[in-house]
C-alpha cells in the first residue's frame, strides 16, 4: 500500500503569509496527486489535480509541485477564506487510492 | 454541471445492513470509474471503493473488503454501495465521486451505525 506522509500538522499563519504544505509518498505515484481544501460541515473540495494542475474557479495564488514521491502545496498570499484543512491524496492507481493526515491552517 | 447526489443514508444498529446510493448528472457516466470515499467524525477522508465504467472491476479498501459492494446501474446514471456486517467505524459522512484526471465529490450522507 501507499502511504502519504503530509507535514506539517499544524501551522499556524497570518494574512498576507505564502505558505507550503508537503506531501510525501511512500512510493513513486508520478503525478497523480490531488489537493483538497476543507472547512468544517463542508465535503472536501479538489485544489489541484495531477500535482500541478489548477481545478477550475480555484484562485490562481494556489499552487502545486512535485512528482514521484515529493510534492507541495503553496498558497502565496493567505486570505481569511483559507483558514481550513488540507489534504493530500494519490490516485496512482483504480485499486487503491489514500490521503495524507491533514494540514490544519489556522490564524496566528 | 457535473454533479453527484447522495441518499440512503441514516441509522443502522451493528451487525446490520445498509445501502446508500448516488445520481451522478452532467457528464457521460459509463466514460468513468467512480468511487466511493468515506470521512468519519473528526477524521480525514478514506477511500472506500472504485468501480470501473462498464462495472467490471471493482476494489475495495482493506476495511470494508467483504463486507461492502460497490455497484454501478449505467442506464440509470447511479452508483450504489451496499453495506453488510456494520460495525460502530463505518460510521461516517460517504461520499460519492466521479474519478479520473480529476475527481468531482458530492455532498455525502451520514451513516450512523449504533445500537
Known amino acids: 500500500d501507499i502511504q502519504m506522509t503530509q507535514s506539517p500538522s499544524t501551522l499556524s499563519a497570518s494574512v498576507g503569509d505564502r505558505v507550503t504544505i508537503t506531501c510525501r509518498a511512500s512510493q513513486t505515484i508520478n503525478s497523480w496527486l490531488a489537493w483538497y481544501q476543507q472547512t468544517p460541515g463542508e465535503a472536501p473540495k479538489v485544489l489541484i489535480y495531477k500535482a500541478s494542475t489548477l481545478e477550475s474557479g480555484v484562485p490562481s495564488r494556489f499552487s502545486g509541485s512535485g512528482s514521484g514521491t515529493e510534492f507541495t502545496l503553496t498558497i502565496s498570499c493567505l486570505q481569511p477564506e483559507d483558514f481550513a484543512t488540507y489534504y493530500c491524496q494519490q490516485y496512482n492507481s483504480y485499486s487503491m487510492y489514500s490521503f495524507g493526515q491533514g494540514t490544519r491552517v489556522e490564524i496566528k | 454541471e457535473v454533479q453527484m447526489v447522495e441518499s440512503g443514508g441514516g441509522l443502522a444498529q451493528p451487525g446490520g445492513s445498509l445501502k446508500v446510493s448516488c445520481a451522478a448528472s452532467g457528464f457521460t457516466f459509463d466514460k468513468y470509474w467512480m468511487s466511493w470515499f468515506r470521512q468519519a467524525p473528526g477524521k480525514g477522508p478514506e477511500w472506500v471503493a472504485n468501480i470501473k465504467e462498464d462495472g467490471s472491476q471493482q476494489y475495495y479498501a482493506d476495511s470494508v473488503r467483504g463486507r461492502f459492494t460497490i455497484s454501478r446501474d449505467n442506464a440509470k446514471n447511479s452508483l450504489s454501495l451496499q453495506m453488510n456486517s456494520l460495525r460502530g467505524d463505518d460510521t461516517a459522512v460517504y461520499y460519492c465521486?466521479?474519478?479520473?484526471?480529476?475527481?468531482?465529490w458530492g455532498q455525502g450522507t451520514l451513516v450512523t451505525v449504533s445500537s
Open positions: 465521486a466521479r474519478t479520473g484526471t480529476t475527481h468531482h
